[in-house]
């Protein structure tokens, strides 16, 4: 399921109509407002209209952290066209921060212990 989010760009459509080829919602994002390790704030408002990559993970993770080079690349390639949205479930947010440092990442990650679906090893 981690690679199914990963690779697939979502499209959060307001308007105008769908074509044949969009990808449409039958419910709305829950709202949510919460900060990325950078300090920017992420509302459902900030994905309407744009491409938007999702990726869930944890450090702990063996396949999520194999995905991450090549998300990191395809950040520098296309950015700022498609927008990620890194969601570490980690119980602690300084092993998250660690953890981009270190692999140099640049990506935005929400390391946010209270984000639904939180979870520790």
Not at 56 to 68: L, V
Not at 70 to 98: C, D, G, H, M, T
Request: with cysteine; proline share 9%; glycine share 2%.
């Amino acid at each position: 399921m981690h690679l199914l989010l990963t690779l697939a760009a979502v499209q959060f459509l307001s308007s105008p109509a769908p074509t044949d080829d969009s990808l449409t919602f039958r419910r709305q994002l829950p709202y949510f407002a919460t900060r990325d390790l950078s300090g920017r704030t992420w509302r459902p408002a900030d994905l309407q209209d744009k491409f938007t990559v999702v990726d869930i993970w944890a450090t702990w993770c063996a396949p999520c952290r194999k995905q991450h080079p090549e998300l990191q690349r395809f950040y520098e390639k296309l950015n700022p066209r498609i927008q990620i949205l890194s969601i570490a479930v980690e119980e602690q947010p300084e092993l998250v921060r660690l953890y981009l440092t270190r692999n140099h990442y640049t990506f935005p990650v929400i390391a946010d212990p209270s984000w639904p679906g939180s979870c520790s090893k």
